[in-house]
């Protein structure tokens, strides 16, 4: 069983938890100085009432909204308060995994009052921070994080066998993770509207519409073990390879550089035991941000480099939008399986999968670093 914390307008509640005297305001958190020339990366509960939301340019936010307040995004700030939360959940016993910097994921194992549990974490965050959590049980991760998103904000819901059916039917498919607009057109051609819909289709229902993915997601759906899920006895729980550099630096073209090489290195070891993967692991040490490390769980398993340097990518966006400084990284992937599976879909991906398969033999017959992708060489 996973219980899934969601922190409620993360960025946002801590400001008014801060200043009090943006309590109960609309209020946004603009990623740059420049209030009208920003873009919404967090918005208030108040905000959001009015119909603002993070992704929004602060203009159009202002034109909806004049009273609004402005309070520009550090995220020294959020990052801190994440580890907070992160060592409070810890303290109850259970493994806990960052699944972004405002969520948090906890295997539960049997633990006979899940509500009570919620409830106890919510209290503690709140007495300790001021700000709000919802909370979401079932018996896998995915289902899990759907559940918190269910009744926001300071919910808690709880999916078990007696109500899971009932509760999923009440929403759409797109409300679960890794289902976005496409997959939603698509499921409905098919006559899959809700949550419950999409649940009770046969794991060659899916493969069958959505490939791979689709075959993914049924597991997902329906796993009911721990965060270790995917893996046999004698497989490898992660691969992943990290780097210190002699001092602490903040030039994001240097950082990305570093995330792309260490990407390239981790998914050429996955491609080498045909290993495909499903989470990403970033772990950042520098100065202003001590230790940060913040996974990510995909729909779609990878072994291509640029797709896990990528997904580093939208692990760091969620840090907030200033590169902090950096001293290490560390970049490895886990939720692994094998490449059983591997029928491209379209011709797109054939061709990168052929592209790859000619990289690693060049590698291989000349030596590492023969060929790689040349964005490599602006970190060295
Ligand atoms: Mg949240």
Request: charged content about 20%.
């Amino acid at each position: 069983m996973i219980l899934h914390v969601d922190m409620d307008a993360f960025f946002a509640s801590i400001e008014q938890a801060i200043n009090p005297r943006l309590k109960g305001k609309p209020l946004i958190v603009g990623s740059r100085n420049s209030k009208m020339h920003t873009v919404v990366c967090a918005a208030s509960y108040e905000a959001k009432a009015a119909g603002i939301d993070s992704g929004m340019a602060s203009a159009e936010a202002f034109k909806i909204c004049p009273g609004l307040e402005f309070v520009a995004a550090e995220q020294g700030k959020y990052i801190w308060t994440s580890r907070q939360i992160f060592k409070l959940l810890k303290g109850f016993g259970f493994e806990v995994l960052y699944a972004s910097i405002d969520e948090f994921q906890m295997d539960i194992m049997g633990y006979p009052d899940p509500d009570s549990l919620a409830k106890r974490a919510q209290g503690r965050i709140y007495e300790e921070f001021g700000i709000t959590a919802s909370v979401g049980v079932a018996k896998n991760w995915l289902l899990s994080k759907l559940a918190s998103k269910l009744n926001k904000p300071n919910g808690v819901t709880v999916l078990t066998s007696a109500n899971l059916e009932e509760v999923l039917s009440r929403f759409p498919a797109s409300k679960i993770c890794g289902v976005g607009k496409n997959t939603a057109l698509l499921l409905e051609g098919l006559g899959v509207k809700t949550c419950l819909d999409l649940y009770q289709k046969s794991a060659q229902f899916l493969e069958h519409n959505l490939g791979k993915y689709g075959l993914n997601l049924f597991i997902s759906m329906h796993s009911t073990d721990s965060f270790d899920s995917l893996k046999g006895p004698d497989e490898p729980k992660s691969i992943g390879h990290s780097y210190t550099l002699p001092r602490a630096v903040s030039n994001p073209q240097f950082i990305r550089a570093w995330l792309r090489t260490l990407s390239e290195m981790v998914a050429r070891r996955l491609r080498q035991d045909n290993w495909e993967s499903i989470a990403v692991h970033l772990w950042l040490n520098g100065p202003e941000i001590g230790n940060f490390g913040a996974q990510k769980t995909f729909q779609q398993p990878i072994n291509d480099g640029f797709e896990v340097y990528k997904r580093c990518l939208k692990i760091m966006a969620k840090l907030g939008p200033q590169t902090p400084l950096v001293r290490a990284f560390g970049v490895s992937c886990s939720g692994l399986s094998q490449t059983a599976y591997a029928r491209p879909l379209f011709k797109e991906q054939k061709r990168r999968g052929d592209l790859l398969k000619a990289l690693d033999s060049i590698n291989s017959r000349f030596g590492d670093n023969s060929i790689y992708p040349a964005v490599i060489t602006l970190a060295q």
